[in-house]
């Protein structure tokens, strides 16, 4: 199962180019997609889900083209979670995702099964009685991801999920969204590193409505070998100017001395000591070094 994007542009009304040529194809299991406000990711989500047509270029889901004779049959094989999102305020939790439920023409002892299997997996089952609107943002949140999830679709598009929870939330959601993409296919949208480094095999770092990188994080990892650097500044004007002239993905104390862990080309004039790049020093790299 994948879902296969070619040549795929997006430009809006104001000529503005939101995806510019962009190629990739989603294979099973969960692919991360990382990138900065106004990359483009929230775009091409808009796409893969049918809510936006391209301006050129192609999707296929399965081999099956994106199309407006196809769109009924594809928007019943997708979930999402936008990143905003607003579930019916006055409903309660179990009328909202029943109402959602029959939206999505899931018979009613098929949804409630669901309905139950989905908020003990979330940790809602005691806010099942609660109206929407009584809900804290993470709580909807977790609302909203149960109401992706309930016709079980083939191709799963999250943005930011774990927005708002707790860690033993996030790791919760985390372990639920890894089984679910056995034999399915997810695009998780984050700015949480972790999220992805906790889930994800393959990543893609969006730029400017292109992608910069797709593939294995092990190879984005390698990208960045040694071009991250441990070093230690004097004082604070030191640590100023290092932040001014680099990539300073960290600071803080330790022992008495400021550490600060930076990304450059080349290792700084200075006491440094190359060490091995996280996720996020990757993506500091891959965005603001590569060709």
């Given at each position: 199962m994948s879902i296969k994007i070619e040549d795929l542009?997006?430009?809006?009304?104001?000529?503005?180019?939101?995806?510019?040529?962009?190629?990739?194809?989603?294979?099973?299991?969960?692919?991360?997609?990382?990138?900065?406000?106004?990359?483009?990711?929230?775009?091409?989500?808009?796409?893969?889900?049918?809510?936006?047509?391209?301006?050129?270029?192609?999707?296929?889901f399965e081999g099956m083209s994106y199309n407006s004779g196809n769109y009924a049959e594809i928007q019943g094989k997708i979930g999402y979670l936008p990143q905003e999102i607003e579930l019916y305020p006055s409903l309660t939790v179990q009328e909202c995702l029943e109402y959602m439920g029959d939206l999505s023409?899931?018979?009613?002892?098929?949804?409630?099964?669901?309905?139950?299997?989905?908020?003990?997996?979330?940790?809602?089952?005691?806010?099942?009685?609660?109206?929407?609107?009584?809900?804290?943002?993470?709580?909807?949140?977790?609302?909203?991801?149960?109401?992706?999830l309930l016709n079980e679709p083939e191709f799963l598009v999250i943005d930011e999920p774990t927005t708002g929870l707790d860690p033993e939330e996030r790791i919760r959601i985390r372990n639920l969204l890894v089984e679910f993409s056995e034999n399915?296919?997810?695009?998780f949208s984050t700015?949480?590193?972790?999220?992805l480094i906790a889930t994800c095999n393959q990543i893609a770092v969006m730029k400017k409505g292109e992608f910069l990188y797709s593939g294995s994080i092990g190879e984005l990892l390698e990208q960045a070998r040694g071009h991250v650097w441990l070093c230690k500044a004097v004082d604070e004007k030191t640590a100023r100017?290092?932040?001014?002239?680099?990539?300073?993905?960290?600071?803080?104390?330790?022992?008495?001395?400021?550490?600060?862990?930076?990304?450059?080309?080349?290792?700084?004039?200075?006491?440094?000591?190359?060490?091995?790049?996280?996720?996020?020093d990757a993506y500091i790299y891959i965005t603001n070094f590569s060709a």
């Open positions: 542009t997006v430009v809006f009304k104001n000529k503005v180019t939101a995806i510019n040529h962009i190629n990739l194809e989603i294979p099973k299991g969960i692919l991360g997609l990382l990138g900065e406000n106004g990359a483009g990711k929230t775009t091409l989500m808009r796409v893969l889900t049918t809510i936006l047509e391209p301006s050129d270029g192609t999707v296929s023409c899931i018979p009613k002892r098929t949804c409630k099964e669901r309905i139950q299997y989905y908020l003990e997996r979330t940790n809602l089952l005691e806010q099942r009685k609660k109206k929407m609107k009584q809900l804290s943002g993470g709580m909807k949140r977790r609302v909203g991801l149960v109401q992706a399915r296919t997810v695009l700015h949480v590193v972790e999220d100017e290092l932040e001014k002239n680099y990539h300073v993905s960290s600071k803080q104390y330790v022992n008495g001395s400021l550490q600060i862990r930076l990304i450059s080309k080349m290792m700084p004039p200075m006491e440094c000591k190359p060490c091995e790049a996280t996720l996020e």
